[in-house]
């Protein structure tokens, strides 16, 4: 059997693998898949890919897309959510910040440098007309260490998929002041070359497989209940999630790469262009 590592963030995107597992579909075409939750995030798993310490990477597209051209031996094998993630741009419950404005020049909580908290920190900056290159950062790990920072005052905001972070609003810890979403498809499939060259055939049967998943996803029975359960979420609020989230099997298109790096240079997120081939792989 092809013991095969994989990661990702523990969130509702990545039901449809754990389900694949449980229901034993890869290990049916002899295939160990050994899933990894990172909490925290994009930043995580690219130490992780380039590390070797996962195969593959279900991983926000700004973020690797930064990663690979700053030499990440890796490539994007297919988008896997093809709309936009929602960040909820969260302060805390106490805080006298009521509006967008209000936050310029505040420090923003950022998972870790590298990371997409960090990005689309960025990306807002951007879209607000702020100064990009003065904004501030605090460090803290995962959404438990921004709830800790936010409400001790080392950070000011923090920005995190507006779905996950709901329930904390719900609780009375954070308030949401805004939304931003990503100007593309949220997450992607990336697979380390190693991997590429030697398991190309596992690794298409994997595509596979998941992408018949997610095909017919939403019509499982229960799925807002198995949901809202497992994530903590209010069933209303899956309702509205699941409308908005589309799953997908295609592979990142050079107009839509060309749009992200141009978007990432011009935001000084990256300083050079990475070419198609150096990117994107077809499995």
């Not at 051209?69 to 006298?96: E, F, R």
């Not at 790096?261 to 077809?282: A, M, P």
Request: with cysteine; proline share 4%.
């Amino acid at each position: 059997m092809n013991t095969i590592k994989i990661a990702g963030v523990p969130e509702h995107f990545n039901l449809p693998w754990h389900l694949a597992i449980e229901n034993k579909e890869f290990e049916s075409q002899n295939i160990d898949l050994q899933w990894t939750d990172v909490p925290e995030g994009t930043g995580k798993m690219c130490q992780m890919l380039r590390d070797g310490e996962t195969d593959i990477a279900v991983i926000l597209t700004e973020g690797i897309v930064k990663d690979i051209v700053a030499g990440n031996p890796t490539k994007i094998v297919q988008v896997y959510v093809d709309s936009p993630l929602i960040w909820g741009i969260h302060v805390a419950i106490k805080s006298n910040y009521k509006t967008l404005a209000d936050i310029e020049n505040t420090k923003v909580a950022i998972s870790r440098l590298g990371s997409g908290s960090q990005l689309m920190a960025y990306v807002n900056a951007n879209n607000q007309g702020w100064k990009t290159n003065s904004l501030q950062f605090e460090i803290v790990n995962t959404i438990d260490g921004a709830v800790e920072a936010l409400s001790n005052g080392t950070a000011d905001y923090f920005m995190w998929e507006r779905f996950m972070t709901k329930p904390l609003v719900d609780k009375g810890i954070f308030r949401k002041i805004a939304d931003c979403p990503t100007p593309w498809p949220c997450f992607v499939i990336a697979v380390r070359d190693e991997m590429l060259k030697k398991e190309p055939e596992t690794i298409h049967k994997i595509l596979d497989i998941i992408n018949k998943k997610t095909a017919s996803f939403k019509s499982i029975l229960n799925i807002e209940s198995i949901l809202a359960q497992k994530y903590h979420q209010k069933t209303a609020d899956i309702q509205e999630w699941l409308s908005l989230t589309e799953w997908s099997k295609k592979q990142l298109n050079k107009e839509m790469l060309n749009n992200i790096q141009n978007q990432l240079l011009e935001l000084k997120i990256i300083d050079k262009i990475g070419t198609f081939d150096e990117i994107v792989k077809t499995v």
